[in-house]
């Protein structure tokens, strides 16, 4: 218990202390999506019915942003430790695999739900009259999307040699799958192969739950949202516990 508190806030102090950079940046961005989109696509993409898009946005934008940095957080913390070479003073003992990965995913959760919580005000200040229908809804899918990511966070900085390889890892699949998941539009607007091939897109589960939990609909049925997000959280966590576990690229 000593070994997770300790870990736990070290991570947490670690994006604190740079937090102009590792929240209010993201939070920023965020607020200039919202800016330009919300007036480009306004008239030009199809939502739900009785929803604006700046509307439909808002939520999108705080799931994309709770995603991105849960991932940023426990992968650059980890490949940190590795290129600065005191990655395996941290597992050794007292510390066990499993408090390791709990307070890795644990830092990752707090950090996404903290920007989370930034771009979910800039957008209230853009439309003050948006209100959830579910926050139990909005919670859970938060808090399940970020375990999910901080637990894929490990895995690429375990993965990862160098800063070069998470990047590439960040560029050409975080990213991408963020991007196109319903963030910036209903997938029923696309055509029949690009809503199929969006089926694949396990972030397009987690965005359209989310979602839901602001205006009680969305594209996907709950259900199958929530069996997804539950069973890949599961998934994911379960393969970066067990390479922590059997020291994946830590004790070489």
């Not at 508190?5 to 919202?34: C, D, M």
């Not at 989370?116 to 999307?145: E, K, N, R, W």
């Amino acid at each position: 218990m000593n070994g997770f508190r300790g870990l736990l806030e070290k991570e947490i102090v670690r994006f604190w202390r740079v937090a102009f950079q590792t929240i209010a940046a993201p939070v920023l961005t965020t607020f200039l999506y919202l800016l330009v989109f919300s007036h480009i696509l306004s008239e030009k993409v199809y939502v739900f019915e009785g929803v604006s898009y700046v509307e439909f946005l808002i939520p999108g934008l705080v799931m994309m942003s709770v995603l991105q940095n849960s991932f940023a957080n426990s992968s650059s913390s980890l490949i940190q430790s590795k290129v600065t070479g005191n990655l395996l003073l941290i597992v050794l003992p007292p510390i066990s695999p499993l408090a390791f990965f709990n307070a890795y995913v644990c830092a990752s959760v707090i950090r996404g739900l903290l920007i989370g919580a930034g771009v979910l005000a800039t957008g209230i200040f853009f439309v003050p009259t948006l209100t959830p229908a579910s926050p139990f809804l909005l919670l859970l899918f938060a808090v399940l999307g970020g375990i999910m990511t901080g637990a894929l966070g490990i895995i690429a900085g375990l993965w990862a040699e160098k800063f070069d390889q998470l990047g590439m890892f960040q560029n050409f699949i975080i990213m991408p799958l963020t991007f196109l998941s319903g963030v910036f539009y209903s997938i029923q607007s696309l055509p029949d192969f690009w809503r199929g091939l969006s089926s694949f897109n396990p972030f397009l589960y987690m965005i359209d739950g989310f979602r839901r939990g602001f205006f009680a609909q969305g594209d996907i049925p709950l259900t199958t949202s929530l069996l997804v997000t539950v069973t890949l959280t599961i998934a994911v966590s379960w393969l970066a516990l067990h390479l922590v576990r059997t020291g994946y690229k830590i004790k070489t």
